[in-house]
């Protein structure tokens, strides 16, 4: 039979962020698959280095819609460790507390688009439909509904009230009734199992080969979080399990993330009763000294690094970001290959792709019609060259 | 195995629940208790220091060359909403507490430069 090759996006009616596959199919399966990332490369990371800390949260906080608060914890983190400046113990409860609750909008947001993927839009209406009391919750807490402006490097920039303390007991008892009933329907619905199941195996060997980070990973039955394995915040005395699943497929992360929301739901509960007294930020000087630090989250998607590089100066030197989804792609375009036509939006699906947090760094040479994507030595030699003709390749 | 049906007591459930979304603009949603929206400025308790545009992330606040009412040597600073993200650092920032953000969150318009609080 003759090979076909389909381009999907970058611009598709089926994507909601252009990023370019290329599809080669054969009759129903896929025999061939290319994804070229890139295409909503913001330069974020230039721009960093042009705008004071305190404004670099708010640019941070933008990276991403849904995670953005991951984003925002790497940042004061980084930058509290080169400050050398130790966050009230309050603050980081309510850091944690305000993560917890984003991995929870995050994973039933992702039930929900997994749901509109495998055409059962009744699971993505009522799966949205409950993501409110958390969203809700989100507002109450920290004034806005995304993106909202929380953190600030020495702490949070609001306190909890014990009427919204209350509020949040509440909610995460609606959520947990809610939770249940999605994975009541996970484990046993025939639309999903149908859909899911043996869809994107990925073994655990090939998982670790291609750096697959977050639920993809522990979905392929590998026990990695960031939260335990290298606990920030108040992660090391939050009582929770990871999850894995033993499945490796598509069904496997839909557990993992209704579990793993389950967790969170606990955990939030648990810090809200034991939420320390005290301050909830500490005052922080403009200028950052020079240095230089690494900080790592487990964003709901996954591993998110942030490493930052102070100058002395109000602005930094360098700030470098590795979002969860970067490390994800590589075990799509594996796993698209082999696959039946029809599950390749379930597969890209399954990471819960976020292509606005992944695109960092790639070469594209108009002329030439060329696209490369970098490594530190090349873009090294590239910047030199750059440099040494004046601006000019 | 035949599972159909599955979603039955959640249908149920649902059937009798109020829906999330309302008729906007027919029907209002009550704001939430400190929300951040539409910036309230006082220029008598500004002194004109600057703190506020140098800390605005998305240049919606910036000085401009009117004299300052307390200070006549220095500026004042204006508050583009056009450009304004609602963070509410200016607020935080400000050392006078001459800004703070309400909770007036309609602020469609016709024209540019109709929303700059002054
Ligand atoms: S609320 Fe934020 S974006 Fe708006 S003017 Fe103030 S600092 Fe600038
Ligand atoms: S920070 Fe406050 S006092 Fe200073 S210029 Fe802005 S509004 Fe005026």
């Known amino acids: 039979m003759?090979?076909?090759?389909?381009?999907?996006?970058?611009?598709?009616?089926?994507?909601?962020?252009?990023?370019?596959?290329?599809?080669?199919?054969?009759?129903?399966?896929?025999?061939?698959?290319?994804?070229?990332?890139?295409?909503?490369?913001?330069?974020?990371?230039?721009?960093a280095e042009s705008k004071t800390y305190i404004q670099n949260?708010?640019?941070?906080?933008?990276?991403?819609?849904?995670?953005?608060?991951?984003?925002?914890?790497?940042?004061?983190?980084?930058?509290?460790?080169?400050?050398?400046?130790?966050?009230?113990?309050?603050?980081?409860?309510?850091?944690?507390?305000?993560?917890?609750?984003?991995?929870i909008h995050s994973h039933l947001l992702w039930i929900g688009v997994a749901g509109h993927e495998m055409g059962f839009d009744t699971l993505f209406m009522y799966s949205w439909d409950?993501?409110?009391?958390?969203?809700?919750?989100?507002?109450?807490?920290?004034?806005?509904?995304?993106?909202?402006?929380?953190n600030t490097i020495g702490g949070v920039r609001r306190d909890m009230s014990p009427e919204i303390a209350q509020k949040a007991l509440k909610a995460m008892d609606k959520l947990e009734v809610a939770m249940q009933k999605y994975i009541d329907i996970g484990l046993n619905e025939d639309t999903i199992l149908k859909r899911t199941q043996g869809v994107g195996v990925l073994s655990p060997a090939d998982a670790r080969r291609l750096t697959a980070v977050g639920p993809r990973l522990r979905a392929s039955g590998i026990k990695y979080d960031v939260r335990k394995a290298d606990p920030h915040a108040a992660y090391d005395e939050v009582p929770?399990?990871?999850?894995?699943?033993?499945?490796?497929?598509?069904?496997?992360?839909?557990v993992v993330r209704a579990l793993e929301t389950l967790e969170s739901i606990k955990m939030v509960r648990w810090m809200v009763t034991n939420l320390p007294d005290g301050d909830y930020r500490v005052k922080t000087p403009r200028k950052v000294p020079e240095g230089e630090s690494f900080s790592r989250t487990e964003?709901?998607?996954?591993?998110?690094?942030?490493?930052l590089v102070a100058n002395g100066t109000d602005k930094p030197e360098r700030l470098k970001i590795r979002a969860p989804t970067y490390a994800n792609i590589a075990n799509v375009a594996f796993n698209l290959k082999g696959a039946h036509i029809a599950d390749v939006p379930m597969i890209v699906a399954g990471i819960d792709p976020c292509m606005g947090c992944m695109d960092r760094v790639i070469i594209i040479d108009a002329d030439k019609k060329t696209q490369t994507v970098t490594d530190e030595a090349g873009l090294w030699k590239f910047a030199n060259d750059w440099y040494a003709n004046g601006g000019k390749k | 195995m035949a599972r159909a049906g599955y979603m039955i007591p959640m249908l149920l459930g649902k059937l009798t629940k109020k829906p999330v979304t309302v008729m906007y603009p027919y029907e209002k949603l009550e704001p939430f208790k400190d929300i951040r929206a539409k910036i309230k400025f006082d220029t008598n308790l500004c002194i004109g220091c600057g703190i506020c545009a140098r800390d605005c992330p998305s240049g919606a606040c910036y000085?401009?060359?009117?004299?300052?009412?307390?200070?006549?040597?220095?500026?004042?600073?204006?508050?583009?909403?056009?450009?304004?993200?609602?963070?509410?650092?200016c607020d935080e920032s400000c050392p006078k507490d001459a800004i703070k953000l309400t909770d007036e969150y309609e602020l469609a318009h016709f024209k540019r430069g109709e929303l700059i609080v002054k």
Not at chain 1, 299 to 307: F, K, L, S, V
């Open chain 1, 57 to 103: 949260l708010y640019l941070t906080e933008r990276i991403c819609g849904i995670c953005s608060f991951t984003h925002t914890t790497n940042f004061s983190q980084a930058t509290e460790e080169i400050l050398g400046i130790e966050v009230p113990k309050r603050g980081v409860y309510l850091r944690t507390i305000v993560n917890e609750l984003e991995r």
């Open chain 1, 130 to 150: 409950d993501r409110e009391i958390v969203q809700d919750l989100l507002e109450i807490m920290t004034g806005n509904r995304v993106n909202y402006a929380y």
């Open chain 1, 299 to 307: 964003a709901p998607r996954g591993e998110d690094i942030h490493w």
């Open chain 1, 240 to 254: 929770f399990e990871v999850i894995t699943s033993d499945t490796h497929d598509v069904h496997g992360q839909y």
């Open chain 1, 2 to 47: 003759a090979e076909v090759t389909i381009p999907i996006g970058p611009i598709h009616p089926a994507l909601k962020e252009p990023e370019r596959f290329m599809i080669t199919i054969e009759g129903e399966t896929v025999v061939a698959a290319d994804v070229r990332i890139g295409h909503i490369h913001r330069g974020i990371e230039k721009l």
């Open chain 2, 63 to 89: 000085m401009v060359d009117i004299p300052n009412p307390v200070d006549k040597k220095k500026k004042t600073p204006h508050f583009d909403l056009d450009m304004c993200t609602f963070c509410g650092q």
